[in-house]
């Protein structure tokens, strides 16, 4: 069964903490995401991976950044936690091929910060 | 920028009855897919449908079809038979044709199906 891991499921962190959340894919998926999920927001993109060591800016990347060192690995960090950032952040990954068939999502990683 | 806007918040259902939750989206482009994924609670985000842009004949996944309707940029779900696993959030998504495959989505519509 193909999966994408969110390594915590909830986190509570204190504000000015670097936090990390990291990602994992078993599907040699070329293109990784990192969105945020808020009420009423829906989902907003954060950064996102298409190759190794390669990353570009989502929607609202201000105060994040994010490591993708391994193809199956994409971390998302936070320099120093705000309580602004308290929120479920999804990973999710997909296949780089001409038609495109949706992301595969992890279970989530819901983040307090207090 | 492309938009997806999704203006039902919260809908309920009873069991055995059928629902449509309904999406729009703004976009300039021609080619593109269209998605409804459904996340229930505390649960993982999952594919419900997939549309293709360029096909006129609407998608349909078991219970679960969509009104695709391009000239007005819209794009509902109808679920039939509507089952108590139904209980969800449903978010309606939209991507362009190639590029780096950034997914739009809407603001997400919570389902509620009442035994």
């Known amino acids: 069964d193909v999966k994408v891991t969110q390594s915590s499921r909830y986190l509570v962190k204190r504000t000015g903490e670097k936090v990390f959340l990291e990602c994992v894919q078993d599907?040699?998926?070329?293109?990784m995401f990192w969105y945020r999920q808020d009420p009423g927001l829906g989902l907003r993109l954060i950064y996102f991976?298409?190759?190794?060591?390669?990353?570009e800016k989502g929607d609202i990347p201000e105060g994040y950044s994010v490591s993708r060192e391994k193809k199956e690995r994409f971390s998302l960090i936070l320099e120093s936690a705000s309580t602004n950032q308290t929120s479920m952040y999804l990973c999710?990954?997909?296949?780089?091929?001409?038609?495109?068939?949706?992301?595969?999502f992890g279970s989530g990683t819901r983040l307090t910060v207090v | 920028a492309q938009t997806v806007t999704q203006s039902q918040p919260e809908m309920s259902v009873q069991e055995a009855e059928t629902v449509t939750l309904s999406c729009t989206y703004d976009?300039?482009?021609?080619?593109?897919?269209l998605f409804w994924y459904k996340q229930p609670p505390s649960r993982q985000m999952i594919l419900v449908i997939r549309?293709?842009?360029?096909?006129?004949q609407n998608a349909t996944e078991n219970r679960f079809s969509v009104n695709f309707q391009k000239a007005a940029k819209s794009f509902s779900l109808k679920i039939s038979d509507s089952q108590l696993g139904d209980t969800a959030m449903y978010f309606c998504?939209?991507?362009?044709?190639?590029?780096?495959?950034?997914?739009?989505f809407g603001t997400g519509t919570k389902l509620q199906v009442i035994p």
């Open positions: 999710a990954s997909s296949l780089q091929v001409l038609q495109f068939y949706g992301y595969t």
């Open positions: 599907m040699d998926h070329e293109n």
């Open positions: 991976s298409y190759d190794v060591k390669m990353k």
């Open positions: 976009t300039s482009e021609n080619n593109y897919y």
């Open positions: 549309q293709e842009a360029y096909k006129q």
């Open positions: 998504a939209f991507i362009e044709s190639g590029g780096y495959q950034k997914v739009t």
